[in-house]
């Protein structure tokens, strides 16, 4: 942009250098014909055509040629004319260049001017860039010797103080050093004093060693002693179990002598009554016997089973239902456990007043006798009473596992029976007769005719009122309350067939 103008004029010269010497070309053509044009360091040769010789009217120069041709010339005249017009032609020309040359110079000094203002600006602008970037420069160089210095400082500080530190190390390690060197010298008193003790030790073990040895003797010596005295035990507790054997069995001895003297004084009684005419007392097998007697108060008789040799207290229901029934089984509040083993569903237990089990084997002895049924009476936690009724039941021998025959149900404790009609045989903890490949009796709890395990169970574990829902081992029977209810109360009875 700087440089346009400058080019500008230099062409502008070279056009005015090149106009003045083609003139000054076309005059010395006459001679020859090339023209060289020297600028700056160049040279410019010009290879010109030879101008054709026209006549020209002296006095008017801007005529135009065909004029000129068309007049006639004086060929004297021609030579004058041309050098005049030459000179006038290179006064143009000299004036021409002189204002160039006065334009260039105005050029010249205007560019120069302008050219120096704005080096001047650049200059400036330049130097000031320069000391902005310088002032940056020592700002971040002195921001980072600043921050160099602290961290210098810091340095220091930290070597200072891990000198201070190791100082206190040196000093404590000396002190440790020294103390060590005391614990040597004191270990090495206290080894003396341990080997000295050792020593000591030895001689006691020796000693430990022999009264140990005569200890072990005076031990064994008492271990025969013992085994001698236990021998001697044995034989007296063999001699007190005989003497024990010959006291029960003088007991039953006994109670048979009583018996028979009871017998013999009811024969005696019997005997007198017959004489002074007062009824006999009679011996009772079941409470219909007892009820035919004329007792009509339900309670607690003694009846004498056949092949049962003492009599069996047991509750007789005299009143309801006809009456004469011997009761086989009651609960009512929990007061007397029925988990119990195989001998004692066997022998009976409990008490005939309240809750008992009257016993497997007088059930058996009883139900063989003659035809009996059973009734069987179950009472809710609603306060619902219901009753089973079956025609024929029988139990089997102990050998027969108390076995159950049951035949004509009716009732109101639902349509079907919860015994099994088909029988069972009687299961207890101890004893698994039922058909499950699990035990029944364990557990469903008591000891009942279990199937697998069968719809009812009324030796359960009493449950109290507010426990006796959702339980399985409770006192069950299905067709009343459900699988899982625990029954309040139950009561099982048997009674003659027909009496
Ligand atoms: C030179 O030119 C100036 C103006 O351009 C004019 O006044 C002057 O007469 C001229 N001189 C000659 C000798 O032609
Ligand atoms: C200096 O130059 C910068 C660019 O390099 C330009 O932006 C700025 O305007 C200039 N300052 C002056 C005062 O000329
Ligand atoms: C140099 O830094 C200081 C603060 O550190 C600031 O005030 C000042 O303007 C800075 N100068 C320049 C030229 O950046
Ligand atoms: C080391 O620096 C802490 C603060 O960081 C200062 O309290 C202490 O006096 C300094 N110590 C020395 C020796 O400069
Ligand atoms: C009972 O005692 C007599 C001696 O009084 C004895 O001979 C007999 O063997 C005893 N009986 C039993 C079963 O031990
Ligand atoms: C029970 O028998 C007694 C006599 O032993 C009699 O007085 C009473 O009325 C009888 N009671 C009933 C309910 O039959
Ligand atoms: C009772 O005993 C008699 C003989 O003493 C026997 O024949 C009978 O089978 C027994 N009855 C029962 C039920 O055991
Ligand atoms: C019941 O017991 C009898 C006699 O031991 C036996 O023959 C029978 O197979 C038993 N029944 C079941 C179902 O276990
Ligand atoms: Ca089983």
Known sequence: MLFQPAMLFGGLLLLATMTAAQWRGQEAGRRRQTHRVQHGQCSYTFVLPEPEP??????????????????????????????????QLEKMLENNTQWLQKLERSIQTSLRSELAQAQQHVVQNQTATMLELGTNLLNQTTAKTRKLSDVEAQVLNQT???????????????????QLLLQGHELNRLQG?????????????????????????????????????????????????????NASSLQRAQRQLVDFVQRLVHVAAQGQGRASGRAPEPV?????????????????????????SEPRKVFCELEANGGGWTLIQRREKGSVSFQQGWKEYKEGFGDPAGEHWLGNEAVHQLTS???YSLRVELQDWEGQETYAQYERFQLGSEGQMYRLSLSGYSGSAGDQSSLPMKGANFSTRDADNDECFCKCAQMM?????????????????????????????????????????????????????GG
């Open 369 to 371: 006798r003659a035809a």
């Open 160 to 178: 200072s103080r891990m000198e201070i530190q190791m100082l206190e190390t040196s000093l404590s390690t000396n002190k440790l050093e020294k």
């Open 54 to 87: 026209c006549p020209l009217e002296p006095e008017a120069f801007g005529a135009p040629n065909s004029l000129q041709r068309d007049l006639p010339a004086a060929g004297l005249h021609l030579g004058d004319w041309q050098a005049r017009r030459v000179r």
């Open 445 to 497: 709890s008591g000891g009942w005719w279990f199937v697998a395990c069968g719809l009812s169970n009324l030796n359960g574990i009493y449950y109290p009122s507010g426990y006796h829902l959702r339980k399985l081992n409770g006192i069950r029977w299905h067709y009343f309350r459900g699988p899982s209810y625990s029954l309040r109360a139950t009561r099982m009875m048997v009674r003659p067939v």
């Open 193 to 245: 004093r341990n080997s000295a003790l050792e020593t000591r030790l030895q001689a006691l073990e020796t000693q430990q060693r022999v009264e140990l040895a005569s200890l072990r003797d005076q031990r064994e010596r008492l271990r025969h002693q013992l085994g001698l005295q236990s021998g001697a035990l044995a034989g007296l507790e063999r001699s007190l179990r005989a003497l024990g054997g």
């Open 284 to 308: 009772f097998q079941d409470c219909a016997e007892i009820q035919r007697s004329g007792a009509n108060a339900s309670g607690v008789y003694t009846i004498h089973m056949a092949n049962m």
